[in-house]
């Protein structure tokens, strides 16, 4: 199947500073990518979703100024959480599709941010 | 109407034996139906998936199966293996007009399988 990659796995950051996750398709084309976020032992909440060369689409309740997200090639997309604080350490996750659509999502391992 | 109800939260099994997980849908929308299992600090992996056209797909010992009138789908793991043991989630999502739409998760469901 297809990899989707997620690089870092892990980060601990101080408060108030910003941390980029990216989100590589390594082997295919991806028109469509979503960012998740899990607490632990739940369930993946959708954050947002983004298309290559448009802006993201964000869930509601999700701050869009505090979650940047940018999805500028078909096989990149990045999501900075900027002035990062503790309540946003989280296990975050991307998925991606490809092109034609079958329905399937493609996980990346997941980053976990731990905000100290 | 967006959501996924799955059941049970946890789930404990004997090694050899049927593990067995159930989700209910609400939107008559949705058109895809995957199942992800999930090691913990991993990202969740497909594992199998209907559409609802089907009432059942099988793959290895994994299983769906699909009632479309009662807006349910199950899970069912045959002959159960320790190397089982996991989180799983079923999820939702419409697909219709060629574009991607987004996966609703259930709940999860841990399971443990005793050797």
């Known amino acids: 199947g297809a990899v989707v990659s997620q690089h870092p796995s892990r980060v601990i950051c101080k408060s108030g500073t910003s941390v980029k996750i990216e989100c590589r398709s390594l082997d295919f084309q991806a028109t469509t990518m979503f960012w998740y976020r899990q607490f632990p032992k739940q369930s993946l909440m959708l954050m947002a979703t983004s298309n290559e060369g448009s802006k993201a689409t964000y869930e509601q309740g999700v701050e869009k100024d505090k979650f940047l997200i940018n999805h500028a090639s078909l096989t990149l997309s990045t999501l900075t959480v900027t002035s990062a604080h503790p309540e946003d350490s989280s296990f975050y996750i991307c998925s991606a599709s490809g092109w034609p659509n079958t329905g399937e999502l493609f996980f990346g391992e997941g980053s976990r941010l731990t905000v100290l | 109407q967006q959501q996924v109800k799955q059941s049970p939260q946890s789930l404990i099994v004997q090694k050899g034996g049927i593990s067995i997980i159930n989700c209910a849908y609400e939107n008559t929308a949705f058109d895809y139906f995957p199942w992800y299992q999930q090691f913990p600090g991993k990202g969740p992996a497909l594992l199998i998936a209907?559409?609802?056209?089907?009432s059942e797909k099988k793959e290895g010992r994994f299983t769906i199966s699909f009632n479309k009138s009662a807006k349910q789908f199950s899970l069912h793991i045959m002959d159960s293996q320790p190397g089982d043991s996991a989180t799983y989630f079923c999820a939702a999502s419409m697909n219709s007009g060629g574009a991607t739409n987004k996966l609703i998760f259930g709940t999860g469901t841990l399971l443990a399988v005793q050797p």
């Open positions: 209907i559409r609802p056209d089907v």
